[in-house]
Every structure is written in structure tokens, then in C-alpha cells.
């Protein structure tokens, strides 16, 4: 065998492995004993220190030296190991211990200090965060930008600028929308009885609906939703609330949209580093184009609100129209998991110039709050009340992840993109999604993205698939037809 | 830090994983979706290689000789981790590669063999796996008995040849009892419905009962029971049967047995070679303790003949009296995990001495179906009358299990010595069972048992909590009164 094969053959242990690490994390958000926590992070730590003595092997290094792709695919395998590889050299060995003590550390300090309403209690823990993500960045990066060098783990060749120019286009449009939204009339809610069972059993219909493979998944409960597993496991997980049927409805299509993107992947990528979604950001534009332009649309709405009647009986709302106003109702809130999808994008813009801002030293922790409060009242309208539904809203800084948040955006701005395309390329999708079935769009998503596992750049991937680079443009206009037609003004 | 700080600092990172390894076990019994199957193959062949590459570490030979243990316990940390590292050094990589393949492989054979009640189907794949299990004894005996040597991996320090003296001593006498029994009119069974969920319900009160702590641990549905993981995750199964609650409640009370032998180990062993069991035997009389001498006995069927009534009504017996015979009946019997105290040896037996005749190369394995069925009648009484009822019945072989079958009834004479022990040193035991609270012998057995973990070698174990060396007496003892007592011929 050649190094090539070497390599990949080494490299499908890892992936494996790296399923392994996966599961287990599953199973603690899910169903492990709740006495298990502090063994559970000694057995976490060891698979830790093996995923990144494999990552590091030097035969990686030599191999990838040596080796010789047989062909395109072959070549983006190279380029993904490299990746990992690169990545877990370039980190000297104290400071990633350091940063894990750190940041498993920093989160339980973060929850109390959001149930104490007290960030003067948390901001020195996030400022030596703070510290060691740019200490880290710097390792990373070798002179180039350290925000860049963070968020390429989590967007492969995006850079800070190019996300800014895309978001600060779109950013004029979405204050003046939410504006304009928030002083009509806003749409009644729905009211009723929703039993959690006969809500998990219509999470399991909808996941079917958008193509989910329950042979390769399950479906349990989660305080927090997620998705997890690549291949042939792929699982997903919700969350029922009594009074609110859409907390389960649009998670569990979610974290379906996630799902599939996984169990879509060529199957002959399995077990190796192509054997996944592109990008958080690529793969949040599966789960909100299934979530958003799909599950919150007016056809699909058609469909769910007589499915709601048929299953849960009078949902409290006058009738079809009245339902669509409420499930896309914009609403005064702080939080950003609970917001709207005018609002969301401000929500994680917000986050991205003030983390921009930290990494980049040009905001201290200690100014971080005001930052925080002075900008979401420009861009909301209305002060925040609380640090537990500001700047402590959010575990992602807790735990170390910065240059994480704007994927999010970035998922809604791929999913504008590839929406246009699809609706370009499948005409009757309405009429399949009068009747609640969104296959024909699934299928397309198949074929465009999720086959193509991690082999493509994401903007490469996306520019595919949709025919022209990715922009805001479609997104905003989506959005300013929608909500434009909702809240005429 | 000297070699024996590094070699436990070593090892703890490798219990780590192999709790792992366990997790990933009970989640492929028990939650994995059905079209996993192949990826998790791969995802568990990439652990076990993890761990064997750690056993084999050559550092973990140069630390096992220059380390010095502090105390008695740190003696018997270095004979584990040496039997764990001189096991997985003596057996060349080929030949355990090659028996993990076969294993894997001829389960499959051997189901459908089973299926299709054909033992010439089976019988060349289980001559190639104990060809290669003999040559993989050959390997670890290096010039000793090799069935020893494969009974060693299972029950540390026993021989074959002071197995079948105890063996030898007991089967006359339950062939006995057996014939007694089964010539006396058969008791009336329990009759009734008894759903799914109140028995659930009803497993989950009896592990708690028999000092199941859920907090570390869980109750999950498998097809077949089973217990796994140590420290403070341990968990266990169960299954139901709508018309039998005795399946659920003494497989559930079974599996506590060895649960609450993991969850007692003194704390100071979590995560060290030392945090486990002794070993197979001595786990199996943890489950067997609870189950028969605890479970079965008059005194908690007084408790549990009320508590079933209370939860399932009338259950289609006269009274306590024949509730209690309806829970030691003595019946007919092809199957060893469906078998009465009375004759579970006696398949136990007839297994170890052909599975030795196996290995000693006395007996081929185109014989074996023969010598199976002359044995089953001669200690029966009556014929087998297909081979899925007799030699294709069980798993092991088919996955090279030999050596394992004598711990179950090893487990059932050392339950019989602690019982014995328990009785004298707990005279007021009865009082208790009456009232369904096995404590003061969930207690005891923590006190003399469970807490030494895997520190002392099984017999010196049961030989210090018992205040005697292990025979058959006790057991013997034990089933001829209770048994003459229900069968008085």
C-alpha cells in the first residue's frame, strides 16, 4: 500500500473514534445518571487525549508528505486530514489542557452567575478565556488574523471580513423590518392542550415527513436539542412544552434538517474526514431552510394547522390565516434561541462584532456588558433588563467558542441562497407542501448538498448548488416578502 | 513521580476507555438503530484496538518492573494490570485478529444454524473457532493446561481440576433431587395480565429494594438482561413477558445482583484495574444470592406474593404457600436460562465437561452433538428432542466463550458459602424479607464483598467473607432443605 492508503485507512480508525467520542456525548445529554458526571469526564478526557494523539500522529505528517490522491475526492481527503492535523500541532499541548480545564471550569461558573443575574462574578473567568482562545488563535493563525484563524474550525476558508460585509448589508433591512413588525398589531397565539406524548408523536411524523431515516436515528428528549452522529447513527433529540406546541414542531424539524444533511452523505465517505457536513455554517442552512423557508411557510402552514386540529382539537386561533401569523409572529424578546426569524440575525450580528472586538483586544471584558446592552437597544428598540437575558444569555463564550456564532447567520444567508435556487428549480413545491410533504425539496437538498459530505468548500458547495456566490440578497428578500405580507404596515 | 505514579496514571486513562468501550456495549443492546449495525462494527473494532495498544504498551512492561506498590492494594493494582498486559502480550496480533473475525462471524452461523435446527451447519465454524482458541491457550499457557489458561481470563487463579471436584461432589445429589421433583404432581403457575409498564414499575421498586442506587445507574428494556459499566455508571435491563412476571422480576433482580457488586466497590478503585468485580464467579453469586437464596426464599415470597396482588390483582394462585412453590417449581427443561435452581448446574456441568473434552482435544466437535445428547439424558431423564433445544441452545461457543460456562455455577457454590456466612452473622435476616427488605444483606455483602472490588483473588475473597474455603456443602445444603422441603417425595 501507498502512503495514501496508509493514511486513510489510519484516518478511518480516528473517524470512527471520533463517532465513538460523539455517542458518548449523546448519552449525556439524553440518558446518562445524573451520578455519573464526574467519572463521565475522566472517560470524556481519555478519548480526548487519544483523538488528539492520533491527530498528531507524526506518521499523519509523513504520510501526507507522501501521499498521492488518486483523484478529486481523494485530494479533499488529504486537505481535511491536514486540517485536523495542522490544527492539533499547531496547539502546544499545555495550552489545550489548559483551555479544557478552563472552559469545563468556566461553564458551571457561567450558569451561576446567570441564575445570580451577576456578570461582575463571571467576567474574570471569561476574560482568561478570552485570553487563552487568543493565545490559541495566535498559534493558530502564524501571524494572520486571530479571529480568522478561529472561526476557519468551524467555517473552512471564511474570513471575518467577508461574513461583515454580507451582515452589516443586511443588517439596515432587518432593524427597519423588525421596526415596522413590532408596531402592528401583534398576531394572536395559540392556546390549547398539547400532551407531551401526543406531541413527541407528531415530532416523529414531521421528522419522517422531512426525510428522516429512523433505521439509521432515534428520537428522544433533550433540555436542549441537538443532532449528533454522521452515517449510519445519526440521532436527534427535542423538547415538548405543554402550553406551546411550536417549541417541539420546529425543533424537531430543526434538528431533522441537521439530520439528514448526516444520513445524505455519499456512503462511500463513511468513516473518513468527508464523512460529514461541510460547515456548521452549510449545516445550519439545512436545519433553517427545512425549520424557516420550508416548516414556516404558508402552504406547509396550511397543512399543520388542520394536522394540529385533527391531533391536539381547537388550537385557540380563528383560522388558517390567524395560525401563519402565529407561527411567524414577531415578538419583543432578548433571548436569541427564542427568536424570530427578522430578529435572529440581529441577535447573532450583535454577538460577532463584540466577539470580533474581544479577540481582536479592542473590547475589554470589563466593558463587555454595556457594549452588549448599548448595542441591542439600538438594534432592538428597547433596553435589556436583566444580564441573564443579555450578555449572560448564552453558553457558547462560557465554554470557549468564539467564532462559532456566526455560522448561525451565515446558515440563514446559505439557506436564502439555496431557497431561490429551489424554488427556481422545483415550480410546484407548494403544492407538495399544501399536502405536508416537503420531499421534492429534501431530495433536491440531497442531490445539491448533503451527498457531497465535507468534500467542497463550503462556499464552493454553496455556490454550486445555487448557481451564483452566496450574498445576502435572497435572504433579505425573502424575508422582507414574508414579513413585508405579514405586517404590511 | 515514580514508575508506579506513571503506570497508574497510565492505566486510569485506559479503564477510562474501557468503560467506554462498556457504554458502547449496553447503548448497541439497548438504543442503537437497527441500520448501525455495520458502522458501530467498525466503530467498536477501532476501541478495542485503542485499549489492546494500550495493553500492549511496551512502557507499561518497563514500568511493571521498575514499580514499587505503596501498600497491599497497590500489590494487587500491579498483578491486574500485569495479567491485563502479559494477556493481550502473549497472543500474536494475527491470531486475535483472526478469532475476533471468526467470533464475529460465526455468531451469525450459529444463529442460523439454531434457527434452522442444523448443528452440521454450525459444526465446521465452531471447529475452526476452537481450533483457534486452542491455539490461542497454547499461546497464554506457554507449556500449561490450556483449558486453565483460558478459565484464568474469567476466574483468576482457578483450575478445571478443582472446578470438577466441587462439580463432582454436587451432581449426584441434585441429579437426585432433581428425579424427586420432577416425579411429584407439578405445582399450579401463576396466571394472570400483567402489562409491561406496572412491571416496569415493579422492577424499578425491587432493584431499589435490593440497594440499586439509580442515581448512578438506569433501568433500560433489552432482550436479554444484562448488567454493565463500574464506578457511578452502572447500568442494568430487563425484559417483560405479558403472561409471566417471574421473567421480569428475577432477571431484574438478577442484574442488581451484579449492579450493586460494581456500584459498592470502595471509591478509591474508580477507574484503577482494582474497580471491577473479582471476577465472573464471584459476580454470579452476587446475582444468584439476590435472585435464589434472597429472592426465592419463603420469607420475601410472603412480601412479593402480597405486593403482586396488590399491583395485578388476582394472580391465579390459591395462596402464599403455593405462590411460594409456584416460584421454586422444578420443570422440565431443555433450556439452561430458563432452568430451576435444582438442575441449572447440571446444564452448567454437562457444558464444562464437554467444553473441556473440546479444548483437551478428547472430544471432536462432529462428536459433540452426540456427547451432548447421551449427557443431557443420562443427568435429565429425558431426550433432547432438536438440537436448538440442546447443543445450539447458547451464544458462547459460537463466540469462543470457553472457560466462562463453570463461573455460573462456581457463582452458585460460592452464593451457597455466603449465604450460609450471611445467615449466621445476620440470625434476624427473616424479619426482614417479610417485609421485602433484603438491606441487612445488600449491607453485609457491601461490607464483605463488594467494597474489596477486584483487590483480593476470588477463592481468598469468598474464603475471608465466608470464615471457610469454597465447597458445595453450603449450596447443597441449601437446595436439598429447600427443595426436600417443597418436593417430599
Same mark, same amino acid.
Given at each position: 500500500?501507498?502512503?495514501?492508503?496508509?493514511?486513510?485507512?489510519?484516518? %478511518?480508525?480516528?473517524? @470512527?473514534?471520533?463517532?465513538?467520542?460523539g455517542r458518548l456525548a449523546w448519552d449525556q445529554e439524553t440518558?446518562?445518571?445524573?451520578?455519573?458526571?464526574?467519572?463521565?469526564?475522566?472517560?470524556?478526557?481519555?478519548?480526548?487525549?487519544?483523538?488528539? $494523539? *492520533?491527530?498528531?500522529?507524526?506518521?499523519?505528517?509523513?504520510? &501526507?508528505?507522501?501521499?498521492?490522491?488518486?483523484?478529486?475526492? =481523494?485530494?479533499?481527503?488529504? *486537505?481535511?486530514? %491536514?486540517?485536523?492535523? !495542522?490544527r492539533a500541532r499547531k496547539v502546544p499541548a499545555d495550552l489545550?489542557?489548559?483551555?479544557?480545564?478552563?472552559?469545563?471550569?468556566?461553564?458551571?461558573?457561567?450558569?451561576?452567575?446567570?441564575?445570580?443575574?451577576?456578570?461582575?462574578?463571571?467576567?474574570?473567568?471569561?476574560? +482568561?478565556?478570552?485570553? &487563552? /482562545?487568543?493565545?490559541? @488563535?495566535?498559534?493558530?493563525?502564524?501571524?494572520?488574523?486571530?479571529? !480568522?484563524?478561529?472561526?476557519?474550525?468551524?467555517?473552512?476558508?471564511?474570513?471575518?471580513?467577508?461574513?461583515?460585509?454580507?451582515?452589516?448589508?443586511?443588517?439596515?433591512?432587518?432593524?427597519?423590518? /423588525?421596526?415596522?413588525?413590532?408596531?402592528?398589531?401583534?398576531?394572536?397565539?395559540?392556546?390549547?392542550?398539547?400532551?407531551?406524548?401526543?406531541?413527541?408523536?407528531?415530532?416523529?411524523?414531521?421528522? @419522517? /415527513?422531512?426525510?428522516?431515516?429512523?433505521?439509521?436515528?432515534?428520537?428522544?428528549?433533550?433540555?436542549?436539542?441537538?443532532?449528533?452522529?454522521?452515517?449510519?447513527?445519526?440521532?436527534?433529540?427535542?423538547?415538548?412544552?405543554?402550553?406551546?406546541?411550536?417549541?417541539?414542531?420546529?425543533?424537531?424539524?430543526?434538528?431533522?434538517?441537521?439530520?439528514?444533511?448526516?444520513?445524505?452523505?455519499?456512503? @462511500?465517505?463513511?468513516?473518513?474526514?468527508? =464523512?460529514?457536513?461541510?460547515?456548521?455554517?452549510?449545516? +445550519?442552512?439545512?436545519?433553517?431552510?427545512?425549520?424557516?423557508?420550508?416548516?414556516?411557510?404558508?402552504?406547509?402552514?396550511?397543512?399543520?394547522?388542520?394536522?394540529? #386540529?385533527?391531533?391536539?382539537?381547537?388550537? =385557540?386561533?380563528?383560522?388558517?390565516?390567524?395560525?401563519?401569523?402565529?407561527?411567524?409572529?414577531?415578538? *419583543?424578546?432578548?433571548?436569541?434561541?427564542?427568536? !424570530?426569524?427578522?430578529?435572529?440575525?440581529?441577535?447573532?450580528?450583535?454577538?460577532?462584532?463584540?466577539?470580533?472586538?474581544?479577540?481582536?483586544?479592542?473590547?475589554?471584558?470589563?466593558? &463587555?456588558? $454595556?457594549?452588549?446592552?448599548? /448595542?441591542?437597544?439600538?438594534?432592538?428598540?428597547?433596553?435589556?433588563?436583566?444580564?441573564?437575558? =443579555?450578555?449572560?444569555?448564552?453558553?457558547?463564550?462560557?465554554?470557549?467558542?468564539?467564532?462559532?456564532?456566526?455560522?448561525?447567520?451565515?446558515?440563514?444567508?446559505?439557506?436564502?441562497?439555496?431557497?431561490?435556487?429551489?424554488?427556481?428549480?422545483?415550480?410546484?413545491?407548494?403544492?407538495?407542501?399544501? #399536502?405536508?410533504?416537503? +420531499?421534492?425539496?429534501?431530495?433536491?437538498?440531497?442531490?445539491?448538498?448533503?451527498?457531497?459530505?465535507?468534500?467542497?468548500?463550503?462556499?464552493?458547495?454553496?455556490? *454550486?448548488?445555487?448557481?451564483?456566490?452566496?450574498?445576502?440578497?435572497?435572504?433579505?428578500?425573502?424575508?422582507?416578502?414574508?414579513?413585508?405580507?405579514?405586517?404590511?404596515?
Amino acid at each position: 500500500m501507498g502512503a495514501y492508503d496508509d493514511l486513510l485507512g489510519y484516518d %478511518r480508525d480516528t473517524q @470512527a473514534l471520533a463517532q465513538v467520542a460523539g455517542r458518548l456525548a449523546w448519552d449525556q445529554e439524553t440518558v446518562m445518571p445524573r451520578g455519573a458526571a464526574a467519572q463521565r469526564a475522566e472517560e470524556t478526557g481519555a478519548m480526548e487525549a487519544v483523538l488528539h $494523539a *492520533r491527530r498528531t500522529d507524526p506518521r499523519v505528517g509523513d504520510w &501526507l508528505t507522501a501521499a498521492k490522491a488518486p483523484d478529486a475526492a =481523494g485530494d479533499a481527503q488529504l *486537505r481535511e486530514i %491536514r486540517r485536523a492535523h !495542522d490544527r492539533a500541532r499547531k496547539v502546544p499541548a499545555d495550552l489545550a489542557t489548559a483551555l479544557a480545564r478552563l472552559t469545563s471550569r468556566a461553564q458551571g461558573i457561567w450558569a451561576e452567575a446567570r441564575a445570580a443575574d451577576d456578570f461582575a462574578g463571571f467576567a474574570p473567568t471569561l476574560g +482568561e478565556v478570552v485570553r &487563552l /482562545r487568543r493565545e490559541e @488563535a495566535a498559534a493558530l493563525a502564524e501571524g494572520g488574523d486571530l479571529y !480568522d484563524a478561529l472561526l476557519d474550525d468551524y467555517e473552512p476558508g471564511a474570513t471575518a471580513a467577508e461574513l461583515a460585509a454580507i451582515f452589516d448589508e443586511m443588517r439596515p433591512g432587518l432593524v427597519a423590518l /423588525r421596526k415596522r413588525a413590532l408596531e402592528a398589531p401583534a398576531p394572536e397565539p395559540v392556546r390549547g392542550t398539547f400532551p407531551a406524548g401526543a406531541q413527541l408523536d407528531l415530532a416523529r411524523d414531521l421528522a @419522517a /415527513r422531512f426525510g428522516y431515516d429512523t433505521a439509521r436515528g432515534r428520537l428522544d428528549i433533550a433540555v436542549h436539542p441537538f443532532s449528533s452522529g454522521s452515517g449510519d447513527d445519526v440521532r436527534i433529540t427535542t423538547r415538548t412544552a405543554t402550553d406551546d406546541p411550536f417549541n417541539c414542531i420546529y425543533s424537531t424539524i430543526h434538528e431533522t434538517g441537521h439530520a439528514t444533511y448526516e444520513q445524505g452523505v455519499d456512503p @462511500a465517505f463513511r468513516l473518513t474526514a468527508l =464523512g460529514r457536513g461541510a460547515s456548521m455554517g452549510v449545516h +445550519e442552512s439545512q436545519s433553517r431552510i427545512c425549520e424557516n423557508q420550508l416548516g414556516r411557510s404558508r402552504a406547509f402552514c396550511h397543512w399543520l394547522y388542520a394536522e394540529l #386540529r385533527a391531533r391536539f382539537g381547537d388550537i =385557540g386561533v380563528a383560522d388558517e390565516e390567524a395560525f401563519y401569523a402565529a407561527v411567524n409572529r414577531v415578538h *419583543r424578546g432578548y433571548i436569541r434561541t427564542e427568536a !424570530d426569524e427578522v430578529q435572529y440575525n440581529l441577535h447573532i450580528m450583535l454577538r460577532f462584532d463584540l466577539e470580533r472586538a474581544l479577540i481582536a483586544g479592542d473590547l475589554e471584558v470589563g466593558d &463587555l456588558e $454595556a457594549a452588549w446592552n448599548d /448595542r441591542f437597544e439600538a438594534d432592538f428598540g428597547y433596553p435589556v433588563d436583566r444580564p441573564a437575558n =443579555g450578555v449572560l444569555q448564552d453558553v457558547h463564550w462560557s465554554v470557549g467558542l468564539f467564532g462559532y456564532f456566526p455560522t448561525y447567520a451565515l446558515g440563514n444567508v446559505y439557506a436564502g441562497c439555496l431557497y431561490r435556487a429551489l424554488r427556481r428549480e422545483v415550480p410546484d413545491l407548494d403544492d407538495h407542501l399544501l #399536502r405536508g410533504d416537503p +420531499e421534492p425539496a429534501t431530495v433536491w437538498l440531497r442531490k445539491n448538498v448533503h451527498r457531497f459530505g465535507a468534500r467542497d468548500l463550503p462556499r464552493d458547495l454553496i455556490t *454550486r448548488a445555487c448557481g451564483e456566490e452566496p450574498s445576502a440578497g435572497p435572504l433579505l428578500t425573502y424575508l422582507e416578502e414574508k414579513f413585508g405580507a405579514l405586517y404590511p404596515g
